[in-house]
């Protein structure tokens, strides 16, 4: 009988390997209809910009069931330790969210990680308790010292956020996949669904998309598009390719010709 091929976090199982952001959305509604056809069983809440807490406005469980979806609390932001551990504090007070992603940006321009403040709040987190999620760059040794500090996940940007520019480092991917056990789930930059299946085919066990799917001309498409993409992406890595050669090989047999 074939074992399931389960996401495993911090734990916890998941059939599905697409992770889906929930803001850039025209609106919640909207929102809950792409996560529903993505299939995705994890999204991210950007704790500061989207309503968890305020029952006097539209809040996010009305549309998007936390028991049957798991939440995912994060730092968008955040550019600074202080400012991510309050946050990820508070959203644990607020929905007891124990598995988290830490996100801590540099500057507002280009919104790449401060892997410094990212180090440190990861250290601070784990000592109290957290399952941290990591977005980080794609510095294989600075993805190492996550790990150390005790990373739940790894998961380093393809592309600056919103970028849309796919997988710019190839080689640094496949070098973080070598080295660690840990789950690889890229985060930022995907732009569409192409750039799903090869972060899949890397070997990486997860993708995480937010403006790819919320700014589409067609965000229920493209969720259905990167659905799909992932489970591709995921089985052609699993099945083993063919080596590479600069040569032509027939596909048919020599033996036995007319």
């Given amino acids: 009988m074939k074992k399931k091929d389960y996401l495993k976090i911090a734990k916890k199982k998941f059939q599905s390997r697409l992770i889906v ?13 792409a996560i529903k056809i993505s299939g995705a069983e ?13 029952k006097s406005k539209p809040l996010l469980m009305d549309y998007i069931d936390p028991k049957k979806i798991t939440y995912l609390p994060n730092t968008a932001g955040c550019f600074n330790s202080e400012e991510a551990l309050r946050t990820l504090r508070l959203a644990r007070e607020i929905g007891g969210w124990k ?3 830490l996100e801590v940006l540099g500057d507002k321009k280009n919104l790449l990680p401060d892997m410094i403040e990212t180090l440190k709040s990861t250290e601070v987190l784990k000592k109290e308790g957290f399952d941290v999620m990591v977005y980080c760059n794609d510095d294989p040794l600075m993805a190492k010292r996550l790990e150390n500090a005790g990373a739940s996940a790894i998961m380093p940007l393809a592309a ?3 970028s849309g520019l796919g997988i710019q480092n190839k080689i640094n991917i ?11 789930i890229i985060d930022a930059g995907i732009g569409t669904a192409s750039d799903s299946s090869i972060a899949m085919e890397l ?15 067609n965000p ?9 993409a992932v489970l591709a992406g995921r089985k052609s890595f699993l099945s083993g390719r063919i080596k ?13 010709k007319i």
Avoid: F, H, W
Avoid at 21 to 33: E, H, I, P, R, S
Avoid at 42 to 54: E, L, P, Q
């Fill in 21 to 33: 952001g929930t803001g850039k959305y025209k609106n919640m509604l909207q929102c809950a209809q």
């Fill in 42 to 54: 994890i999204v991210t809440v950007a704790v500061r910009r989207v309503n968890i807490a305020d």
């Fill in 99 to 101: 598995l988290v992603k």
């Fill in 160 to 162: 600056p956020i919103g």
């Fill in 174 to 184: 496949k070098i973080i996949r070598e080295q660690t056990k840990l789950p690889l």
């Fill in 203 to 217: 070997g990486c066990d997860g993708v995480l998309i937010n403006t790819a799917i919320a700014k589409a001309k």
């Fill in 220 to 228: 229920y498409q493209m969720a259905e598009a990167m659905k799909y």
């Fill in 244 to 256: 590479k050669n600069i040569y032509g090989s027939p596909s048919s047999p020599k033996k036995g």
